[in-house]
């Protein structure tokens, strides 16, 4: 058996992130070419009873640490209880989810083993010498690199594969670990939570997205789309023209400097669909467009186009919806 | 708060991406430079906090000579000093590029003093490698947190504060000194007015040559991703497309039962 591929797997709740499911589904196909086994490390309470739920992921073995001094998120104590686990499996890779903690946790691991890392791989091709495809501009642009290292350090863009549903698996092997953690990995840890606006439907989890860009004109203008939005459970977001107006808070925005979202439908009002917009939509199953401008970029990248104004579409689409919801 | 920001030149790319006929770069050759979007309030809060609290602040980058163009510009809003780890057009990969930012940190502490905080950009809006602040506060021995929207300075320590994974906000507390990799959304950047761009005009760019190493991940070439072959349907013009659209709706799921 060959060196094994570990990947690190965020849980919250009980359930495995999404994207921590995508990175294992990323790595099933390398650790099948390389003949190994594909082990999870799960980090924090809760990990064992997420550990043995991985068996349909494709997950043979789940290191788990749990420690009541990891309770709290702590960047640098996460990054010591996955070295740990690194340094007793001695892996040929270890891969993290693109998300803030699995990004920050596999770049804190980076820095103190001195190993080149690989950030949003979409691909990887595994021989004499590594190929990665990772992205560059959030996706706007594909790097062809090498990366050659006695442990391939490589994040997993986000929704670049599907998290499929867990086939029927046998349980994986879970095995506890007792890493020394240092105190001073411990200093910076979240120490405080501010709940999420209630009501409020995430970004992220929501069936429907609906977009806002500068054809919305105003903040205030904004309402026809929360209207709509209101009705059929949808989430709303802004391009980065109109969070940076101040049209909606930053935290809604779709973009590169902001949120990639993977909805079922992702409706785009006047947004005309600069780059920096369409990577973080392009994730979406279905994109229609309600544009003025039948030419504009956003077309090139939709499914579907409403050619009008916004102003005048989305309240005739209110209306059909209450007509057919009674 | 003596305050150090970190930024990147990085082409100010619009609609489409054009590639040099090498595949090796972005054709820069109609597009402006803009400080990489994180990294802008990076700036903005290095200067919010020293209106505040006092003390000094400085600018570094690491790129070519045309990026003291940036540093300039970080200059007329209000930044102190500024620094250019001047490359000779060669592609510094995160190592490397942490390495010299680390080694340019170590000798300008050992001469003007520490620096409470050092900013970085949470990932570089180019080639977006999400690790050099790491591996700079590690060399450092010192605390860093990524993803910060909100930095609040007390008595020897910040809070800093990001968006958690499953909504709302999740706050951290470091001691200083430390280091922070922040988000657009920390604030919203000024324009420089005319003086300021006057003043910085004339103040010195500090030049320093880094050393050149490669670890990798080792750049082979760019690629423009295809696009999905989607041929979009026109579902209709105006209020009258109103029906097709509650179809599709309805197809998803989306009305409810």
Redesign the interface.
Same mark, same amino acid.
């Given at each position: 058996m060959s060196a094994p591929v570990v990947v690190l797997v965020e849980h919250a709740g009980g359930e495995a992130d999404r994207l921590s499911l995508e990175a294992l589904a990323f790595a099933a196909p390398l650790a099948g070419r390389l003949g190994a086994d594909v082990e999870a490390v799960l980090v924090g309470p809760g990990s064992a009873g997420v550990a043995a739920s991985l068996g349909g992921h494709g997950v043979r073995t789940a290191h788990v640490v749990e420690d009541g001094r990891l309770d709290a998120y702590a960047p640098a104590a996460f990054a010591a209880a996955l070295g740990a686990v690194v340094e007793a499996r001695s892996p040929s890779a270890v891969l993290a989810p693109g998300s803030d903690r699995g990004t920050e946790v596999l770049a804190y691991l980076a820095a103190r083993t001195g190993l080149p890392m690989a950030a949003n791989v979409v691909s990887v091709e595994s021989g004499e010498s590594w190929s990665v495809v990772r992205q560059r501009w959030a996706g706007s642009l594909l790097e062809d690199a090498t990366l050659d290292a006695p442990i391939r350090l490589m994040t997993v863009a986000p929704h670049v594969v599907e998290a499929p549903e867990a086939a029927s698996g046998a349980a994986p092997d879970v095995v506890s670990h007792a890493p020394a953690i240092a105190e001073s990995d411990l200093v910076v840890r979240v120490t405080g939570h501010e709940a999420p606006e209630t009501g409020k439907i995430s970004l992220t989890d929501a069936k429907v997205v609906i977009g806002g860009g500068r054809g919305v004109g105003s903040a205030e203008n904004f309402a026809v789309l929360e209207k709509l939005a209101g009705l059929i459970g949808a989430a709303v977001g802004g391009s980065r023209v109109a969070t940076s107006l101040g049209w909606r808070p930053h935290s809604d925005q779709i973009g590169q400097t902001g949120l990639r979202i993977a909805p079922e439908l992702y409706i785009a009002c006047g947004i005309s669909g600069a780059i920096q917009h369409i990577v973080g939509c392009k994730a979406a199953k279905r994109i229609l467009a309600i544009n003025t401008d039948p030419d504009s970029p956003i077309m090139a990248v939709a499914d579907y186009a409403v050619i009008g104004d916004l102003h005048e579409v989305l309240p005739a689409i209110a209306a059909e919806v209450r007509r057919r919801q009674g | 708060m003596n305050i150090l920001v970190c930024v990147k030149r990085v082409p100010a790319?619009?609609? !489409? $991406?054009v590639?040099t006929p090498d595949g090796q770069e972005?054709d820069t050759r109609y597009l402006g430079s803009t400080i990489s979007?994180?990294e802008e309030c990076g700036v903005e809060e290095a200067v919010r906090i020293v209106e505040t609290h006092g003390g000094s602040s400085a600018v570094l980058t690491l790129g070519p000579a045309a990026a003291e163009e940036q540093l300039r510009d970080a200059m007329a809003i209000g930044i102190d000093r500024a620094i250019l780890l001047e490359t000779d057009g060669r592609e510094f990969?995160? $190592?490397a590029t942490?390495a010299a930012i680390t080694s340019t940190i170590r000798d300008q502490e050992a001469g003007n003093g520490p620096f409470d905080l050092v900013l970085f950009g949470n +990932?570089a =809006?180019?080639?977006?490698?999400? %690790?050099v602040g790491? !591996?700079v506060? *590690?060399?450092l021995g010192r605390?860093?947190?990524?993803?910060i /929207?909100g930095i609040t300075v007390g008595d020897g320590s910040v809070t800093a504060?990001?968006?958690?994974?499953? #909504?709302?906000?999740?706050?951290?507390?470091?001691?200083l000194p430390a280091v922070l990799g922040v /988000? +657009?959304?920390l604030n919203?950047p000024r324009y420089p007015s005319v003086p300021g761009r006057l003043r910085a005009k004339r103040k010195e760019v500090e030049r320093i040559a880094p050393a050149w190493s490669q670890?990798?991940?080792? /750049?082979? #070439?760019? !690629? *423009?991703?295809e696009? %999905?072959g =989607?041929q979009? +349907? $026109?579902?209709? !013009?105006?209020?009258?497309?109103?029906?097709?659209?509650?179809d599709?709706? +309805?197809r998803? #799921? =989306?009305?409810?039962s």
């Open positions: - | 790319t619009g609609g !489409r $991406i590639l972005i979007p994180h990969d995160p $190592i942490a +990932e =809006a180019d080639t977006g490698d999400f %690790q790491v !591996r506060a *590690v060399a605390t860093i947190v990524n993803g /929207k504060r990001r968006e958690a994974s499953g #909504g709302g906000w999740e706050t951290y507390a470091l001691p /988000k +657009e959304g919203l670890t990798g991940p080792v /750049k082979l #070439g760019l !690629r *423009v991703p696009q %999905q =989607a979009v +349907e $026109i579902l209709g !013009r105006g209020p009258d497309a109103a029906p097709a659209v509650v599709l709706l +309805e998803i #799921g =989306a009305l409810g």
